[in-house]
């Protein structure tokens, strides 16, 4: 007696597609920028500070907050909210003796369009 032939198994999920950058392969100018970018949200503290002004929306946040929701020092809350803004992930807006934060979203829905593998 012969073995019956195994089944072949067809898959019923949709192929999965290639990845690739939507925008084609980056120029050297934007590379530049986005590591930039990329470098400094590579911070942990950094993280956390971008994540309270995020979360406050379209609202811009004083420094002065950060300092007591962080438990962090001013001058190191500073340096980072320096950092942030330099790379333009934010932007800062003077209003009296304190620096207020927002967040910039178009240099989010770059970091979007550049990590997209569609």
């Not at 019956?4 to 597609?17: D, G, L």
């Not at 330099?86 to 003796?97: A, H, I, K, S, Y």
């Amino acid at each position: 007696m012969t073995a019956a032939p195994e089944a072949i198994k067809v898959s019923t999920e949709a192929p999965q597609k290639c990845c690739s950058l939507l925008s084609g392969p980056l120029q050297p100018h934007d590379a530049e920028r986005i590591a930039g970018t990329l470098k400094a949200l590579a911070d942990p503290t950094r993280l956390r500070v971008l994540s309270h002004v995020a979360a406050q929306g379209c609202d811009a946040v004083c420094a002065c907050d950060l300092v007591e929701v962080l438990d962090i020092s001013q001058p190191t809350i500073s340096h980072h909210l320096k950092k942030l803004v330099e790379v333009g992930l934010l932007v800062r807006e003077q209003r009296g003796r304190w620096a207020h934060y927002s967040v910039v979203r178009e240099a989010f829905a770059e970091l979007r369009n550049f990590l997209d593998l569609g």
